[in-house]
């Protein structure tokens, strides 16, 4: 099946970067939110950010214009009954996008793909809520996913060759550089990324040294545009934790277990640049 019309569940960070992906691509897009109104927020936003590329000249005026009249933004799930591919990007909790994925088959076309852009969760436990599990698999964006080429494509036990050779043919419609990966906790770039931010977590918490020269070491000695501790900012606080925890929970590797700083942080609400403080101070002066 040829996909032309793509659905995307969310509207946070995530959710508008690959609304604006797919639709700078060339795909018809339904992008769903809870409430019209952040839904129609996070067209405007796409707006924005597609101006800032027609003022560096990365794109024509007419093909923004172009790339915003293929955005549809709705709060109605059932908008997506037509997509050929749908994209859940909403809260990293695995019962919610379990129930969601049960909304999704009910709602949207036989032979359409159901994807999640989940960092770490089992896909395998989203598939098995619907009648359609080989049509089921993970579509993992970075963000910011105009900018950032990998899409990691996790194939959990059920997924047929046919949907992950279809989402594959996204991805480089996309112009991005997807990579295939088994579906266990973390896939290839959390895996390997996470134990490395909760270690710098640790040092913090240990007084091994302060912030500033934790990452300035790593930016001025391993050649990395952003240190560890911005990184868990800019990633979210919350969110980094719920994947250490993920990862703890399918490997019992110590090496996964969050830092204790981190999880007191995430309880003071303190979640780096979203909630406007975490390792730096975010917020207007």
């Known amino acids: 099946m040829s996909i032309k019309r793509v659905g995307i569940v969310g509207s946070g960070i995530m959710g508008s970067g690959i609304t604006e992906v797919a639709a700078v691509s060339g795909y018809e897009v339904i992008l769903r939110s809870r409430q019209q109104h952040t839904a129609d927020a996070t067209v405007a936003g796409m707006e924005k ?29 059932a908008d997506l009954a037509e997509c050929d591919l749908v994209i859940e990007s909403v809260v990293e909790d695995l019962a919610t996008k379990k129930h969601l994925f049960t909304e999704l088959d009910r709602i949207v076309k036989d032979g359409a793909i159901l994807s999640t852009n989940t960092s ?5 436990e989203m598939a098995m809520e619907t009648g359609r599990p080989d049509r089921v698999c993970g579509v993992h964006f970075f963000n910011p996913a105009p900018a950032m080429a990998l899409v990691e494509l996790v194939r959990p036990l059920t997924a047929s060759e046919e949907t992950m050779a279809e989402v594959r043919a ?41 912030r500033d020269d934790i990452d300035a070491a790593m930016k001025g000695g391993c050649n990395f545009p952003m240190g560890p501790l911005a990184l868990l900012d800019l990633v979210g606080l919350d969110t980094s934790l719920a994947i250490l925890d993920a990862l703890y929970n399918e490997f019992r590797d110590p090496n996964y277990a969050a830092v204790p700083l981190l999880r007191r942080m995430v309880t003071a609400e303190q979640l780096g640049r979203k909630s406007g403080a975490g390792f730096y101070d975010y917020k207007k002066k």
Do not use: W
Request: aromatic share 6%.
């Open 49 to 77: 950010s597609l101006n800032r590329s027609v003022e560096k000249e990365r794109m024509t005026a007419e093909d923004r214009d172009a790339a915003l009249s293929r955005v549809t933004a709705t709060s109605d799930l």
């Open 120 to 124: 770490t969760l089992p896909v395998i």
């Open 170 to 210: 996204f991805a480089e419609a996309c112009g991005k550089s997807p990579v295939q990966v088994k579906d266990q906790a973390g896939f290839i770039v959390n895996h390997l990324l996470f134990p490395y931010l909760n270690n710098a977590v640790r040092l913090l918490e240990n007084g091994v040294a302060t």
